[in-house]
């Protein structure tokens, strides 16, 4: 071989050595790219689900049980989470307040780490759903916080829900 065909071979194991570590680098920014998505997908589904159980239930504890009249008759503002301090007890809406305090919303996965929830359940007025009311009033506004030991991204999702007295 002489010097010419040495040289070429040199710059093709060069060129084919650079084409390599680009397909293991952009590899390696997919897979990542997959798993942040994937975390964010969980993240999304696990504020559903508990938004979607808190719809479930009754509007308030004494909803659960008679009809009410008088916002008067519904839970006071400082008072909204669980009664009984059972974190396996939820009859109604607001006992989504401060779920995370308690410890029970700490989801484990094997494949995307820890997940973390903070619920906050507030008073809201009709004309603003955004702003906490500082009265009992017929809708309540259920926050979630979702995030991962694994990603800096937190989801914040919302529901209104509200009771309709006839």
Do not use: C
């Not at 308030?60 to 909204?80: F, G, I, K, M, Y």
């Not at 914040?156 to 007295?165: A, E, H, I, L």
Request: net charge negative; hydrophobic share 40%; no cysteine.
């Amino acid at each position: 071989m002489n010097t010419g065909q040495m040289l070429l071979t040199i710059g093709a194991i060069v060129i084919l050595g650079g084409v390599i570590l680009n397909v293991n680098r952009n590899i390696d920014d997919t897979g990542a790219i997959l798993l942040h998505s994937n975390i964010g997908i969980e993240e999304v589904s696990l504020a559903s689900s508990i938004m979607e159980e808190a719809q479930g239930l009754a509007f308030d504890e004494v909803s659960d049980t008679s009809t009410v009249s008088s916002t008067d008759q519904l839970t006071p503002v400082n008072a909204l989470g669980q009664e009984n301090g059972d974190s396996t007890d939820l009859n109604d809406f607001d006992d989504f307040n401060g779920l995370s305090n308690r410890g029970r919303l700490e989801v484990d996965t094997l494949s995307t780490g820890i997940y973390y929830v903070y619920t906050r359940v507030h008073y809201v007025d009709s004309n603003d759903v955004m702003s906490n009311a500082i009265s009992r009033t017929w809708h309540k506004r259920l926050d979630v916080w979702v995030w991962n030991s694994s990603s800096a991204d937190t989801v914040k999702m919302q529901t209104v829900f509200s009771y309709w007295p006839f």
